[in-house]
């Protein structure tokens, strides 16, 4: 894995939870569209880079498939990042309240989301190896 991909997942996921969570105001009905992230996001997301060697051994699958992959593999990790966080009372985040919560630190109504997110760090490393 690449030093650079990694950085390059950690800034990109950084911006992409900003977003999402700016997004998420609209629903509060809060116009201010304030986001946030945590400092510990980023070594988070930079290991999305692991998806673009797994991306050179399936990329002949249909993307819905390895967006699947992506998302069980972000799942998996989510899940042991999170756990880990929540022990030392450092996790950023808690979906506790969320129907579809395991264990407040994955959230099974976010595949699409990180099945999305997976494509498109697929698509971010593809053009960072080309460089």
């Given at each position: ?25 609209l629903f509060r ?16 997301y930079g290991m ?84």
């Amino acid at each position: 894995m690449k030093g650079q991909n990694f950085l390059i997942c950690g800034l990109t996921g950084w911006c992409m939870e900003i977003l999402f969570t700016s997004a998420g105001s609209l629903f509060r009905h809060d116009g201010r569209l304030i986001g946030h992230t945590s400092v510990w996001m980023f070594p988070i997301y930079g290991m999305a880079a692991c998806i673009y060697p797994i991306y050179k051994k399936i990329k002949r699958t249909p993307a819905l498939l390895r967006a699947l992959l992506y998302s069980l593999g972000i799942f998996s990790f989510e899940y042991c990042s999170g756990s880990l966080l929540k022990k030392y009372h450092l996790c950023p985040w808690d979906y506790s309240d969320s129907k579809t919560n395991i264990d407040g630190v994955i959230r099974l109504d976010y595949a699409p989301f990180w099945m999305a997110a997976g494509l498109l760090f697929e698509r971010i490393l593809i053009h960072a190896d080309k460089q």
